[in-house]
């Protein structure tokens, strides 16, 4: 017998709330309740989702924290078991149906299905809000997010009510375009699990780019057509009135230029009225309509022309950036070359299992992250780290999806399946960051929900009360409420924030710095005060030679010769450390006879007769060997520095030392100095070693403030200190500081990518200190670009209104001045994108 899972996923519909900050108040409320894994709240749709365990919660427990907070449920919810099984090894956004019997019934129960689109047609935040709300009307679906600046949709639905198509030819009625994205649709997963997996055609459909670059945009694309077709049917209107040929000839021509250029204007528009809101496409249309209405041809084709003709340009110039940060991230090859048996064979990357062999030539791009077998050959990383110079690659070297093999022949076993890669893990991260909204953008999208409602009721008292009250002509104040219609509409202000926010991460991504959306870029430029953590982020967290000392028997170098020779047999940190001090001095190294590794002492072995030692001061006293009063007060000085000592001798006595500590990374007294170049207030240390140590460390960077020798919960009460005086960044690695990182207003990763991608709001890819100059200088420029934007969209609305007002500009000005705006706001935040680092 076949029980139902313990674990379900729980639909509720939820009446009384009133703002996005209802659902958080809920969201956060239900996270409490025992057994609730997770909970989730739209209050764009007034629907809950709650994933919990039946065994420690029930359905009416749920109900009941909702109704304590104030308010209703709807009890038409839907219960969804979890889903333990697949039908398919995919990587799939959609969970099959399932079936669970007992001894008495068998019942199925449809869970719930994800598809992705990619949104063509856009021009500014309010299509994505269009196309939101027209598609949470449909019966079944359940959840929608479209976001402007990624042009991408994701819809959760119940293919029980509702099919794909459906959603598609909703999105298409609206005036949209809709393409699949590399994410396959529900539909097309299922076909795709049927299919031989070492076949080429797993390889998903690629979006064709838009073609952006030149004239054919215009020629091959819908809206440039439109445009064009108007502009003809205008000209043509303008030359039959200059010969004075009959009027209907006159309106013939303008209203071909009305009809192509205002018809996906209208169309939606007016599901726009359907929908109870108000956006451009519907002020347009009332405008046009009302400019028809009053008998002026001319000016109807004339805005809907300009207005057509700015939009496109908007959609054109957003639409590059959304294209060059495409091709940043367009990097890991479709198919990979295998070795299966005997031979090779080219398939897939999707068909690709972790434990595979990938061979990889000269001048081809790494498919999937993995480990080198075979082989050797320098690989550029700059698509993933930024770094121009190539790295050389060995056997048991780490090589990422995506990077380019230079030079030599690899075999490479993969780590990670291709949905799994690093270069889809920051394509992914990249793709959110994109679309998040920063607070600058959430009080914009606040404002204008406010301020298009108003002007619309003050062009309605403009057209009613001059000629109601005071006699005034009807015509004259009408025109006048058609204008402010026009101006009625925030495209510019709205579209002012997710531009720039598109464009500096874009540039951020090509520099190897990744923003985790745009609260994080905003905050980075206000930051007053940046903490760093010391072990593995000014530090490189390896163990290097400091010093070797003599005591008169040899030299300091045949000390280093003859401990390299010994320590070449080991794999310890401090031997490695110990040998790569040797190499890079040129030493020749010989091989010791009857080598013996001591654990928790050291090593030892044979040059001829004589027996050497390498290790604590627990070797050299087990063998009786006496430290002088001048090798006891030389070990007590490096471990005062915070320094490690190897002790070097023979049986015959002590003949040197050698001091080992973190050393400190390339890079950090460069990072620091452009950083205070930058104007921060406060940097300061913060270490768990000792306080000699910390001040010498922080000295040699160029950093006057440390705090030394604390615990972790000693630096996050550091960092809540140092909040009390402003805006406080942390630097650490995401490995031993993760609670200081949390208890900052923004954190900065240096560590591995995998790690820093789970645990940080920013991502230095390279390791590279000097990056975060970058980042916060990127950030200030974005926070002021986001500025200028907004005062210059207000600024202008409110000259524009004011002169509506009192008949000093038309409707031709007005589309003039809101579309000119539109292309001046996103020609400025687009500037962005060619930020550059402070070495370029």
């Not at 038409?76 to 019934?105: A, I």
């Not at 002012?496 to 991504?509: E, K, L, Q, R, Y």
């Not at 005591?551 to 047999?569: R, T």
């Not at 996050?716 to 490995?735: A, K, T």
């Amino acid at each position: 017998m076949t029980q139902t899972p313990s674990l379900k996923t729980q639909f509720l519909q939820v009446d009384g709330m009133d703002c996005g900050s209802c659902a958080k108040t809920i969201e956060a409320s239900l996270q409490q309740l025992g057994g609730v894994m997770e909970a989730s709240v739209s209050f764009a749709t007034a629907k809950v989702k709650v994933f919990y365990d039946t065994d420690i919660l029930s359905e009416a427990e749920i109900i009941n924290r909702i109704t304590a907070l104030g308010y209703t449920v709807k009890q038409n919810s839907e219960v969804k078991p979890h889903n333990r099984d697949h039908s398919c090894n995919g990587d799939h956004d959609h969970h099959h149906t399932h079936s669970y019997e007992s001894e008495h019934e068998h019942f199925e129960v449809a869970s719930t299905q994800k598809l992705q689109a990619k949104i063509g047609g856009m021009d500014c935040g309010s299509c994505a809000k269009t196309v939101e709300v027209g598609l949470q009307q449909i019966v079944g679906v359940l959840q929608v997010s479209v976001s402007f600046a990624t042009e991408k949709m994701q819809v959760s639905y119940d293919p029980q009510q509702v099919d794909e198509e459906t959603i598609y030819n909703r999105v298409r009625s609206l005036g949209y375009t809709v393409e699949l994205t590399q994410e396959l649709s529900s539909h097309q997963q299922s076909q795709s699990c049927n299919h031989d997996q070492h076949q080429d055609n797993s390889v998903p459909k690629q979006i064709p780019k838009r073609d952006s670059a030149n004239w054919k945009f215009w020629v091959n694309n819908r809206r440039g057509q439109s445009v064009i077709l108007a502009g003809i049917g205008l000209v043509l209107g303008l030359v039959a009135q200059y010969l004075a040929l009959p009027i209907w000839i006159m309106r013939a021509f303008y209203g071909i230029g009305i009809v192509i250029a205002g018809y996906p204007i209208a169309r939606a528009g007016l599901f726009e009225l359907r929908l109870r809101r108000a956006d451009m496409n519907l002020l347009m249309t009332i405008s046009v309509i009302g400019a028809v209405i009053l008998g002026d041809w001319f000016e109807a084709a004339l805005v809907l022309f300009l207005f057509s003709l700015g939009t496109t340009l908007q959609v054109f110039t957003f639409g590059r950036t959304r294209n060059a940060i495409s091709a940043l991230m367009d990097l890991t090859p479709p198919t990979a070359t295998v070795k299966r048996g005997n031979k090779e064979v080219t398939v897939g990357v999707e068909s690709v299992q972790v434990g595979e062999i990938l061979t990889i030539r000269p001048g081809q791009r790494v498919a999937l992250d993995g480990v080198v077998v075979s082989g050797t050959s320098a690989i550029d990383l700059s698509p993933i780290t930024g770094e121009s110079i190539p790295e050389d690659k060995e056997k048991g070297d780490t090589v990422f999806a995506g990077t380019l093999n230079q030079s030599g022949f690899l075999e490479v076993k993969v780590t990670h399946i291709v949905s799994d890669t690093t270069v889809a893990k920051i394509i992914h991260l990249v793709e959110s960051a994109q679309g998040s909204r920063a607070p600058s953008q959430q009080w914009v999208d606040r404002f204008a929900e406010v301020y298009t409602p108003i002007v619309i009721l003050m062009a309605i008292a403009i057209t009613l009360i001059p000629p109601l009250a005071f006699a005034q002509p009807f015509n004259v104040w009408f025109y006048r409420a058609l204008v402010m219609l026009v101006i009625a509409c925030p495209c510019a202000l709205v579209i002012s924030t997710p531009v720039s926010i598109v464009s500096a991460i874009g540039a951020a991504t090509r520099h190897g710095v990744l923003f985790k959306g745009g609260n994080a870029l905003e905050t980075a430029g206000h930051l007053t005060t940046l903490a760093f953590d010391k072990t593995g982020t000014i530090t490189q967290g390896l163990p290097i030679v400091q010093k070797v000392y003599d005591f008169g028997k040899v030299s300091a170098n045949m000390v280093l010769q003859i401990a390299a020779s010994l320590e070449q047999q080991s794999e310890h940190p401090l031997s490695k450390a110990i040998v790569a001090k040797a190499q890079e001095q040129k030493m020749e190294l010989e091989t010791p006879m009857n080598f013996m590794a001591l654990p928790g002492k050291g090593i030892q072995a044979n040059f001829g007769e004589i027996l050497y030692l390498v290790g604590n001061r627990r070797l050299f006293s087990d063998q009786g060997i006496l430290l002088s009063d001048e090798a006891e007060s030389l070990l007590a000085e490096i471990e005062q520095l915070g320094q490690i000592p190897v002790l070097v001798g023979a049986k015959e006595g002590l003949l040197g030392a050698i001091s080992l500590s973190d050393g400190i990374r390339l890079e950090a007294t460069e990072a620091v100095r452009q950083l205070k170049r930058l104007g921060l207030k406060r940097l300061v240390m913060l270490t768990g070693d000792r306080t000699r140590v910390a001040g010498q460390i922080a000295q040699q960077v160029g950093i006057t403030e440390y705090r030394a020798e604390l615990l972790p919960e000693d630096k996050l009460q550091e960092i809540q200190q140092m909040r009390r005086d402003g805006v406080v960044g942390m630097v650490g690695d995401g490995i031993n500081d993760a609670p200081a990182l949390a208890a900052a207003d923004i954190s900065f990763a240096v560590g591995g990518i995998d790690i820093a991608l789970e645990t940080a709001d920013v991502v230095i890819v390279g390791n590279d200190l000097r990056r975060l100059a970058y980042a916060v200088e990127l950030s200030r420029r974005t926070v002021s670009v986001i500025q200028q934007n907004v005062i210059f969209s207000l600024v202008t609305k409110a000259l524009f209104l004011l002169l509506g007002t009192f008949g000093f500009v038309g409707l031709a000005v007005a589309v003039l001045a809101d579309t000119g705006t539109s292309l001046l706001v996103t020609a400025n935040g687009m500037r962005l994108f060619k930020t550059r680092t402070f070495d370029d």
